[in-house]
């Protein structure tokens, strides 16, 4: 499985950005995924996560009430959502798959797309 990322760019705080996960080639129905972020000089940080149901979300606290993560299985593609976003939010985002199952908060992803930039300016 090879997700890959698409959505990132340079957007003003107090804007937005969807992010999206695909995997072509593969599926992503049976997975949980998650998405993580990386900025320069910090170490990678998982921002949120959502069951391969969507029955089951999570989100880091710096998050909550600004990113929506979502699902269509149709698609074969994951959301993230991002609003009123801040220039601390400025990273690498990237989406991942575990190879096992349990709760996506929880498990370890083994899966990782090779990111999109998400630049927030003041």
């Known amino acids: 499985l090879q997700p890959v990322e698409a959505g990132g760019g340079l957007v003003q705080a107090g804007g937005s950005l969807r992010l999206s996960c695909t995997a072509p080639?593969?599926?992503?129905?049976?997975?949980?995924i998650g998405w993580f972020r990386q900025a320069p000089g910090k170490e990678r940080e998982g921002v949120s996560c959502?069951?391969?149901?969507?029955?089951?979300?999570y989100y880091a606290d710096s998050v909550k009430g600004r990113f929506t993560i979502s699902r269509d299985n149709a698609k074969n593609t994951v959301y993230l959502q991002m609003n009123s976003l801040k220039p601390e939010d400025t990273a690498v985002y990237y989406c991942?798959?575990?190879?096992?199952?349990?709760?996506?908060?929880?498990?370890?992803?083994?899966?990782w797309g090779q990111g999109t930039q998400v630049t927030v300016s003041a």
């Open positions: 991942a798959a575990p190879s096992t199952y349990g709760a996506c908060a929880s498990i370890e992803y083994d899966y």
């Open positions: 959502i069951s391969s149901t969507s029955d089951s979300t």
């Open positions: 080639g593969g599926t992503l129905d049976y997975y949980a």
